[in-house]
């Protein structure tokens, strides 16, 4: 059985290998080639002449990558026509389609889906609303026609898999068949991660580090928040703190802030790193940050947990269902205070053991073994449906 996966993700493409920055390695795509014998990947994609050493292989026995035409700026416009044939032709030969949304060539597959009546799933992973509306000005506009079509689309899909366990069906409900489950890929987590943790609280005594992993050029993923924060605790003398950055991206908007607020000595920019990479640095972070205002369920904070990491965040979509209420604040212009409170509660061994012990417990519903049957067996389902659809279309030619 032929699958179509659409979704705007950019595949890296060097000597004929593809390549992810971590988002749809070859270890996820083989969540669908476990159930599916061909894939097809309908993408944007990049030729790169030097590989980079924080991309991952995405190339995987069973899938098929199809480039479709970037048509997602005014530049590249007049490249619709050709990416919705290039999306026409793969969806009409497919038995069936998941489309991860939201994303430009997901809402075209799903729409090519409807009319060539091939059956199709939609993996709900955030919500439009939230990242176009905290972006710009020109996303302010755009943000309530995506709402609209993302609700539209979500409610009349037969099969939808949300990664949030309440907010994003709060916000997108369906009238098809529906699971939650999170796109977080963790490993056995181990009791010695835990035990390693404590000891570094324990005898921990100076530098505090901070540790957020997300894009460096986009404003709604909140770091400028927790920069802004740093200046309000060096107001009252406290300086002990060192916020890192893990991420890809133009970094100039969140330096010109911590210069602003003179605490550029106290922010430090990693750059991006490959994601086995990631766990090693966070070996060296006391406390984990999602400070965004766009998000589904963030796998960066959930891998964070894993690494028995406190943390605290922003009252954005999944955030608050993975971490205690004690520790969110709200998505305001003025949250600094409310930052600097938490910081402050943190500042406090017990309160980080206490924490630090709940994050790894919680941590380990998202392991491979749990959610993997989970989402296993809801594609097996969506299979079945597709193929009894099939036999019903061949008897009625």
């Known amino acids: 059985m032929r699958l ?33 014998k061909e894939v097809v990947i309908l993408s944007r994609q990049k030729e790169i002449d030097v ?83 905290n972006h710009s000005n020109l996303g302010k506009v755009i943000a309530p026609f995506s709402y609209s079509r993302m ?114 000595n106290q922010v430090k920019f990693i750059g991006p790193l490959k994601h086995n990479k990631v766990f090693e640095w966070l070996q060296d972070v006391d406390i984990y940050i999602q400070p965004s205002r766009q998000e589904g369920l963030p796998r960066a904070l959930v891998e964070a947990m894993s690494m028995a990491l406190p943390a605290f965040g922003a009252n954005t979509a999944g955030i608050p269902e993975l971490l205690d209420k004690e520790f969110i604040f709200r998505n305001t212009s003025y949250n600094f205070d409310e930052i600097l409170d938490i910081l402050l509660k943190l500042n406090d061994k017990k309160v980080l053991k206490e924490q630090s012990k709940r994050n790894f417990l919680e941590s380990k519903k998202y392991q491979f073994d749990v959610l993997g049957k989970r989402r296993n067996d809801f594609f097996k389902d969506f299979k079945n449906y597709s193929s009894i659809r099939k036999k019903k279309d061949e008897i009625n030619d």
């Open 4 to 36: 179509v996966f659409a979704h705007d993700h950019i595949f890296y493409k060097h000597e004929e290998r593809y390549y992810s920055t971590g988002g749809l390695s070859s270890d996820v795509l083989q969540r669908y080639t476990n159930v599916f």
């Open 51 to 133: 590989y980079q050493d924080n991309l991952t292989l995405a190339s995987t026995p069973g899938v098929r990558f199809v480039e479709v035409p970037n048509f997602k700026n005014w530049k590249n416009l007049n490249q619709i026509i050709s990416a919705k044939e290039v999306i026409r032709k793969e969806v009409l030969s497919a038995d069936s389609l998941i489309a991860r949304l939201p994303s430009s060539i997901g809402n075209l597959a799903v729409k090519e889906a409807i009319k060539q009546d091939v059956p199709y799933l939609l993996e709900v992973v955030a919500c439009p609303w939230d990242s176009l509306w």
């Open 151 to 264: 609700k539209k689309n979500v409610k009349k899909a037969p099969y939808v898999l949300y990664v949030t366990s309440e907010f994003l069906q709060r916000r997108y409900p369906t009238e098809g068949i529906s699971t939650n489950c999170s796109n977080v890929n963790l490993n056995l987590i181990h009791q010695e991660t835990q035990k390693e943790r404590l000891k570094r609280i324990e005898t921990s005594d100076g530098k505090i580090v901070l540790g957020t992993t997300a894009a460096l050029n986009v404003k709604s993923k909140g770091q400028q928040y927790i920069i802004k924060a740093l200046s309000k605790l060096k107001e009252k003398g406290i300086t002990n703190y060192e916020y890192q950055l893990v991420g890809a991206g133009d970094n100039s908007y969140l330096k010109t802030i911590a210069e602003k607020y003179n605490v550029r």
